[in-house]
């Protein structure tokens, strides 16, 4: 079974501040990828699929990158409405979420 | 629109059972994998199981911690998923969504509540 680590568990910054969240998988998921934003009492909202791509309607500031094991979610310039926990979700094989990150305001 | 609508979720003991359900629309459900995702009140997101499009072998996968008490099914004439779960565990209290990719992208639904406990 494919495991995903993600890092920070806990993420503290500003308004304004650039802030990036790792996944890495234990072994190669050819980009089948996607990034949630998760906030109280409601379900994940989809930010970005196949690693990289954009979901319709989310912000610009959020991006996706990387390959092979090793990808990041990256938000280029923190808003209010941005703190929540962000997960990663591989659906290269069934599908495995990342333990999720908890992007507070510092 | 996607749309999924789980239902179902309620208060049960220990050692109990429960099926819950997700109506589908928006897509060709027929042709669609479709899956379960639970949380955990305060914990992360945890894939629960699968089960493919008949066209595809209509086969089903599952969790290590599910394995042997959930069951998956699906109903095509009513665009319907199932999660039968028995021998409920007090572990088993979650949130329970149904997600499914259609065109590369993942919809969810707005999940029900499963609580296990005496």
């Known amino acids: 079974d494919i495991q995903m680590t993600q890092s920070p568990s806990t993420l503290s910054a500003s308004v304004g501040d650039r802030v990036t969240i790792t996944c890495r998988a234990t072994?190669?998921?050819?980009?089948?990828l996607a990034w949630y934003q998760q906030k109280p009492g409601k379900a994940p909202k989809l930010l970005i699929y196949?690693?990289?791509t954009l979901e319709s309607g989310v912000p610009s500031r959020f991006s996706g990158s990387g390959s092979g094991t090793e990808f990041t979610l990256t938000i280029s310039s923190l808003q209010p409405d941005d703190f929540a926990t962000y997960y990663c979700q591989q659906y290269n094989s069934y599908s495995t979420f990342g333990q999720g990150t908890k992007l507070e305001i510092k | 629109d996607v749309q999924l609508v789980e239902s179902g979720g309620v208060l049960v003991k220990p050692g109990g059972s429960l099926r819950l359900s997700c109506a589908a629309s928006?897509?060709?459900?027929?042709?669609?994998?479709m899956n379960w995702v639970r949380q955990a009140p305060g914990r992360g997101l945890e894939w629960v199981g699968r089960?493919?499009?008949?066209?595809?072998?209509?086969?089903?996968d599952y969790a290590a911690p599910v394995k042997g008490r959930f069951t998956i099914s699906r109903d095509d004439s009513e665009n319907t998923l199932f999660l039968q779960m028995n021998s409920l565990k007090t572990e088993d209290t979650a949130v329970y969504y149904c997600?499914?990719?259609?065109?590369?992208?993942?919809?969810w639904g707005q999940g029900t509540l499963v609580t296990v406990s005496s």
């Open positions: 072994q190669i998921i050819n980009n089948w």
């Open positions: 997600i499914t990719n259609s065109r590369g992208l993942w919809y």
């Open positions: 928006g897509f060709t459900f027929n042709n669609a994998w």
């Open positions: 196949k690693a990289s």
């Open positions: 089960i493919k499009s008949k066209t595809d072998g209509g086969t089903t």
